[in-house]
Nanobody, 127 residues
Framework: VQLQASGGGLVQVGGSLRLSCADS????????MGWFRQAPGQERNFVAF????????YYADSVKGRFTISRDNAKNTMYLQMNNLKPEDTAVYYC?????????????????????WGKGTQVTVSS
Protein backbone atom coordinates (compact mmCIF):
# COMPACT_ATOMS: atom_id res chain seq x y z
CA VAL A 1 0.00 0.00 0.00
CA GLN A 2 1.35 3.37 -1.01
CA LEU A 3 -0.90 6.25 -0.11
CA GLN A 4 -0.68 9.75 -1.47
CA ALA A 5 -2.90 12.52 -0.13
CA SER A 6 -3.57 15.65 -2.12
CA GLY A 7 -6.02 18.50 -2.48
CA GLY A 8 -5.09 20.69 0.45
CA GLY A 9 -4.74 24.42 0.21
CA LEU A 10 -5.73 27.80 1.54
CA VAL A 11 -9.44 28.57 1.74
CA GLN A 12 -11.56 31.18 3.44
CA VAL A 13 -14.00 30.47 6.23
CA GLY A 14 -17.12 28.84 4.84
CA GLY A 15 -15.32 27.54 1.79
CA SER A 16 -14.85 23.99 0.56
CA LEU A 17 -12.05 21.65 -0.36
CA ARG A 18 -11.91 18.07 -1.53
CA LEU A 19 -9.02 15.92 -0.43
CA SER A 20 -8.01 12.80 -2.28
CA CYS A 21 -6.02 9.79 -1.16
CA ALA A 22 -4.76 7.52 -3.92
CA ASP A 23 -3.24 4.08 -3.48
CA SER A 24 -0.85 2.94 -6.15
CA UNK A 25 -0.53 -0.63 -4.92
CA UNK A 26 -4.00 -2.06 -5.57
CA UNK A 27 -6.39 -4.25 -3.51
CA UNK A 28 -7.84 -0.99 -2.28
CA UNK A 29 -11.19 -2.52 -1.38
CA UNK A 30 -9.60 -4.70 1.28
CA UNK A 31 -8.68 -1.79 3.49
CA UNK A 32 -10.59 0.24 5.97
CA MET A 33 -9.43 3.80 5.47
CA GLY A 34 -9.41 6.87 7.61
CA TRP A 35 -8.64 10.55 7.57
CA PHE A 36 -6.82 12.13 10.47
CA ARG A 37 -5.57 15.64 11.06
CA GLN A 38 -2.89 17.22 13.14
CA ALA A 39 -2.56 20.87 14.03
CA PRO A 40 0.75 22.29 15.29
CA GLY A 41 1.43 21.22 18.85
CA GLN A 42 -1.57 18.93 18.95
CA GLU A 43 -2.20 15.21 18.70
CA ARG A 44 -3.24 13.48 15.52
CA ASN A 45 -7.02 13.35 15.65
CA PHE A 46 -9.59 11.22 13.90
CA VAL A 47 -11.70 12.89 11.23
CA ALA A 48 -13.52 10.21 9.24
CA PHE A 49 -13.51 6.52 8.33
CA UNK A 50 -14.74 4.43 5.45
CA UNK A 51 -15.04 0.66 5.51
CA UNK A 52 -13.49 -1.32 2.67
CA UNK A 53 -16.65 -1.59 0.64
CA UNK A 54 -17.72 1.93 1.50
CA UNK A 55 -20.86 0.79 3.27
CA UNK A 56 -19.93 2.20 6.65
CA UNK A 57 -18.75 5.72 7.40
CA TYR A 58 -17.99 7.33 10.73
CA TYR A 59 -17.11 10.90 11.60
CA ALA A 60 -15.70 12.90 14.42
CA ASP A 61 -18.37 15.02 16.07
CA SER A 62 -16.53 18.18 15.07
CA VAL A 63 -17.00 17.50 11.36
CA LYS A 64 -20.38 15.77 11.21
CA GLY A 65 -22.68 17.45 8.75
CA ARG A 66 -19.80 19.31 7.08
CA PHE A 67 -17.42 16.61 5.86
CA THR A 68 -18.22 13.58 3.72
CA ILE A 69 -15.94 10.62 3.19
CA SER A 70 -16.27 8.52 0.07
CA ARG A 71 -14.23 6.12 -1.99
CA ASP A 72 -14.00 4.80 -5.51
CA ASN A 73 -12.45 1.36 -5.27
CA ALA A 74 -12.20 1.07 -9.04
CA LYS A 75 -9.89 4.09 -8.99
CA ASN A 76 -8.13 3.12 -5.75
CA THR A 77 -9.01 6.52 -4.37
CA MET A 78 -10.66 7.86 -1.24
CA TYR A 79 -12.04 11.37 -0.87
CA LEU A 80 -12.89 13.80 1.86
CA GLN A 81 -15.30 16.54 0.84
CA MET A 82 -15.01 19.38 3.32
CA ASN A 83 -17.67 22.07 3.33
CA ASN A 84 -18.31 25.07 5.54
CA LEU A 85 -14.72 25.08 6.65
CA LYS A 86 -13.77 26.76 9.91
CA PRO A 87 -10.44 28.09 11.20
CA GLU A 88 -10.26 25.16 13.62
CA ASP A 89 -10.15 22.80 10.65
CA THR A 90 -6.67 24.10 9.86
CA ALA A 91 -4.25 21.18 10.09
CA VAL A 92 -2.20 18.72 8.13
CA TYR A 93 -4.55 16.01 6.92
CA TYR A 94 -3.39 12.42 6.62
CA CYS A 95 -4.98 9.37 5.09
CA UNK A 96 -4.42 5.92 6.52
CA UNK A 97 -5.29 2.33 5.68
CA UNK A 98 -5.49 -0.94 7.54
CA UNK A 99 -6.85 -4.43 6.89
CA UNK A 100 -6.11 -6.10 10.19
CA UNK A 101 -8.64 -7.65 12.53
CA UNK A 102 -9.22 -5.38 15.49
CA UNK A 103 -10.46 -6.29 18.93
CA UNK A 104 -12.83 -3.38 19.45
CA UNK A 105 -15.49 -1.73 17.38
CA UNK A 106 -14.16 1.82 17.46
CA UNK A 107 -10.63 0.96 16.36
CA UNK A 108 -10.99 3.19 13.35
CA UNK A 109 -10.74 6.33 15.49
CA UNK A 110 -7.31 5.40 16.88
CA UNK A 111 -4.42 6.48 14.72
CA UNK A 112 -2.14 3.77 16.09
CA UNK A 113 -4.44 1.06 14.73
CA UNK A 114 -3.50 1.87 11.14
CA UNK A 115 -0.57 0.26 9.42
CA UNK A 116 -0.21 2.45 6.34
CA TRP A 117 -0.02 6.21 6.14
CA GLY A 118 0.33 8.74 3.38
CA LYS A 119 2.19 11.99 3.60
CA GLY A 120 -0.03 14.78 4.78
CA THR A 121 -1.61 17.62 2.91
CA GLN A 122 -1.95 21.04 4.50
CA VAL A 123 -5.36 22.65 4.88
CA THR A 124 -5.44 26.24 6.02
CA VAL A 125 -8.71 28.06 6.68
CA SER A 126 -8.33 31.80 6.93
CA SER A 127 -10.70 34.17 8.63
Amino acid sequence: VQLQASGGGLVQVGGSLRLSCADSAGAFWMYGMGWFRQAPGQERNFVAFSSGGGGRAYYADSVKGRFTISRDNAKNTMYLQMNNLKPEDTAVYYCAADRSTHGFSTWYANWNEYEYWGKGTQVTVSS
